[in-house]
């Protein structure tokens, strides 16, 4: 169904400023009538993936393919065959949620009886009978966010796009557009979802692809990438309070233990450590020779791999470190922006 091939993306860039690189030599497939998942931080390119995917943006260089369709010189085309959902939901305040349906309806040029049809099966379909006929300025987040998933679907789509879906919403919310999704993949309509919700991800994806700085760094089931890494997942920690110093000490020496992965510092749990072993013997070992160092183990955690390990061994951080730095990213930019005025 979707086909991106060498996808670059970058803006702005001047004088002054380097420009920021958004897609680097990006390639996804996506097959038809699967749910396919796109995981990563904040900033990681999954937006501008998306809207370039939805003909809303132009890449630098690369080539869109959606259904067999060119989307660089037939966008019109493709615009037929997918719903986008974007993150910030739209909505006009002052018409109901059925009258809103009406003339999204009316902009797709569906005929009448087609239109009010499907107006009907989609409130059945996300459960909107209770609230369609009230004004949208008094829906909740996850009213507002169901009526745009409707809009959407108003024209059976053969691709719907949603970026960052759930955001923000409550638990039964969630749920609720996690049953759609996974009712709409069932019926044979392909879903893309791009998220930074591990568990979303984790529970709704027949394949996931991983980005990080505007490349695919992991692609295939869930299964398959958590048993790639093989053996357990151990989060440790020397003392109560470590500080940074102390846990990239403890790193260096884990480093070199035989049957220890890759070992990451984990900032966002107060510099615990991250580590993928091979087998059990591994821990005993690990806690002798942490006690030979003078670094008894405070506290040691053992689970099977998660899709967040799979994001650490292929970056180095976890993706909570990753969100946690493209935030600092950000904060000293608008701090620089800031001084200049």
């Known amino acids: 169904m979707i086909e991106l091939q060498h996808l670059s993306k970058r803006y702005g860039g001047g004088r ?9 030599d990006l390639c996804l497939t996506v097959p038809e009538g699967c749910l396919f998942g796109l995981l990563g931080p904040n900033g990681a390119g999954k937006t501008t993936t998306l809207r370039i995917l939805c003909t809303l943006l132009a890449p630098d260089a690369g080539s869109v393919r959606v259904g067999g369709i060119d989307g660089l010189t037939d966008p019109r085309a493709v615009r037929n065959l997918l719903g986008y959902v974007a993150q910030e939901v739209a909505i006009d305040k002052i018409l109901t949620g059925r009258e809103l349906l009406t003339l999204q309806g009316d902009l797709y040029h569906l005929p009448r009886p087609r239109r009010d049809a499907r107006i009907e099966e989609l409130i059945a379909l996300l459960g909107m009978d209770a609230w369609v006929d009230r004004r949208c300025g008094s829906y909740s987040g996850g009213m507002r966010r169901r009526l745009d998933l409707a809009a959407g679907l108003l024209h059976s789509p053969r691709l719907l796009v949603l970026d960052e879906p759930t955001v923000g919403l409550d638990i039964e919310s969630r749920s609720a557009i996690w049953q759609v999704l996974r009712r709409l993949r069932d019926a044979g309509t392909t879903v893309l979802l791009s998220s930074h919700y591990l568990e979303e991800v984790e529970a709704l994806a027949d394949r996931l692809a991983i980005i990080d700085n505007g490349r695919v760094i992991a692609e295939g089931t869930p299964t398959e990438l958590k048993a790639a890494l093989g053996g357990d997942r151990v989060t440790l920690r020397v003392r109560e309070f470590s500080d940074q110093e102390e846990a990239l000490r ?5 480093q070199g233990c035989t049957g220890v992965r890759q070992v990451v510092v984990n900032q966002a749990q107060g510099f615990s450590l991250n580590l ?12 002798r020779q942490l006690a030979e160092a003078d670094l008894p183990v405070f506290a040691l955690a053992q689970s099977r791999p998660s899709l967040d390990d799979v994001y650490l061994q292929a970056t180095g951080r976890t993706l909570m470190d990753a969100e946690l730095a493209v935030a600092g990213s950000r904060d000293a930019k608008a701090e620089r922006k800031q001084s200049m005025r």
């Open 276 to 287: 993928v072993i091979e087998h059990e013997g591994v821990v005993e070992a690990l806690r």
């Open 250 to 254: 403890v790193q260096a020496l884990l």
């Open 16 to 24: 002054a400023t380097a420009p920021v690189v958004a897609l680097d």
